[in-house]
C-alpha cells in the first residue's frame, strides 16, 4: 500500500510495527489517549515495546507480542480475523490453549487499547499488567501436557519472561517502599558525571582540529572581528554542537569546575576537566563527527540537517546558530 503523501510516512528510525500502524490506522483522533512516554522492556534478552498513555494506562505494543514469543498467526488465522474482528491475538489463538485462557484475560484482550502513537497516528495495545498472564497460559498449557515439542519452545520464552518480572518487580517494590526510587536518577546521573569529569586540571593538549575552526568560519560565512571568529561565537558553536552531546549534565559540571577570570572568561578550556579514558575519548569522537558534518556540508542550514538526522531525527533542536 502506498501512502497517499510524503506526511503520512513515519520516520525511517522508527519502531516499524508501530510505524506501519501509523499510516495504515486512521489519522490521529482527539478523543482517544496518547502515548506520552514511549520505550522498550527488555526482560530475559528479549525486547518489548511499551508506552504510557495521558490517562495513565501502560500498554504493550500488540503486533510486537507475538514476534517477542515466536508466534506468527497463520492465512487462516488473518482470514478468519478479517472477517470476525474479536478473534484472540494469534499468540492465544490455538485451540489447545482455550482451556487455559481466563475470562479476565479473555475480556482484556477483546478489548484492546487504541492511543495516539509518537508517529501521528493511531496504534493498539494490551494492557501491560495481563502480559505476565498471557506467559501463565503458555506455562499452564506446557504443564498439562497440551503442547507438542516445537510449541514448548514459547512455553520456555514465556518461563523467562516470568522470571524476568518476578526480579523487575521486586526491584521496583524494594526502591517504593525505602523511597530509592526518588534518589535512582539523580546517583545514575552521579555515576555518569564521576565517569566523565576529573577532579583535577589536565595539562592542556589541542583537543579542537584547526579544520574544526575552519568548517565553522566557512558554513557562518566567518563572523569575524579582524579576520579571527568572535570566541563568544565559537564557544555557542562548541557548546551546542560537541558538548551537549555528552551526557545530561556534564556541560553544567564542567562550567561549575572550572574557575573565571575577573572579565568573566574562562581559566581553563573546559574539556581540561574531562577525564582522559571516557570524558576526553568521548569529547574526541564527537569533534571528529561534527566536523565530517560540516565538512560534507554546502551551508549551515545542511549542515543542521544533517545533525539532527545523526543524532535524533524525533528530537526538536534549539538551531538558533
Not at 498467526?73 to 478479517?82: L, N
Not at 492511543?115 to 501463565?136: E, H, M, T
Not at 498439562?144 to 514459547?154: D, F, M, V
Amino acid at each position: 500500500m502506498t501512502p497517499k503523501n510524503k506526511e503520512e510516512i513515519p520516520p525511517i528510525d522508527a519502531d516499524l510495527d508501530e510505524a506501519v500502524e501509523a499510516v495504515l490506522l486512521p489519522k490521529k483522533k482527539s478523543d482517544i489517549p496518547t502515548a506520552t512516554h514511549t520505550g522498550e522492556l527488555v526482560i530475559g534478552g528479549k525486547t518489548i515495546p511499551c508506552a504510557v498513555l495521558d490517562n495513565g494506562e501502560r500498554v504493550i505494543a500488540d503486533r510486537t507480542l507475538a514476534k517477542t514469543l515466536g508466534i506468527k498467526g497463520g492465512g487462516r488465522y488473518w482470514e478468519k480475523k478479517k472477517e470476525n474482528g474479536a478473534l484472540m491475538p494469534e499468540y492465544l489463538s490455538a485451540k489447545y490453549l482455550a482451556p487455559y485462557i481466563s475470562s479476565e484475560l479473555r475480556d482484556n484482550l477483546s478489548n484492546r487499547i487504541t492511543y495516539n502513537s509518537k508517529f501521528g497516528g493511531l496504534a493498539n495495545g494490551i494492557r501491560a499488567i495481563v502480559l505476565p498472564q498471557i506467559c501463565d497460559v503458555w506455562i499452564n498449557a506446557d504443564k498439562n501436557g497440551a503442547l507438542s515439542e516445537p510449541q514448548k519452545k514459547i512455553a520456555e520464552l514465556a518461563y523467562i519472561l516470568i522470571k524476568g518480572f518476578a526480579t523487575v518487580g521486586i526491584v521496583a517494590l524494594v526502591d517504593e517502599a525505602t523511597g530509592y526510587q526518588y534518589e535512582r536518577q539523580s546517583l545514575e546521573l552521579q555515576k555518569i558525571l564521576s565517569a566523565y569529569i576529573s577532579e583535577e586540571t589536565a595539562k592542556w593538549q589541542l583537543t579542537f582540529s584547526k579544520d574544526f575552526y575552519r568548517q565553522i568560519a566557512r558554513l557562518w560565512n566567518n563572523p569575524s572581528v579582524n579576520n579571527t571568529i568572535k570566541p563568544s561565537f565559537v564557544g555557542k558553536i562548541t557548546n551546542k554542537y560537541v558538548y551537549e552531546m555528552l551526557p545530561n549534565g556534564v556541560l553544567k559540571m564542567l562550567k561549575e569546575k572550572t574557575p573565571k577570570t575577573e572579565k568573566g572568561n574562562y581559566k581553563h578550556k573546559l574539556h581540561q576537566h574531562l577525564t582522559p579514558e571516557i570524558g576526553r575519548e568521548h569529547l574526541r569522537q564527537q569533534i571528529i563527527e561534527v566536523t565530517t558534518l560540516m565538512s560534507v556540508s554546502r551551508n549551515k542550514d545542511e549542515f543542521k540537517e544533517f545533525f539532527r538526522k545523526k543524532y535524533n531525527p524525533q528530537r526538536e533542536f534549539d538551531f538558533d546558530y
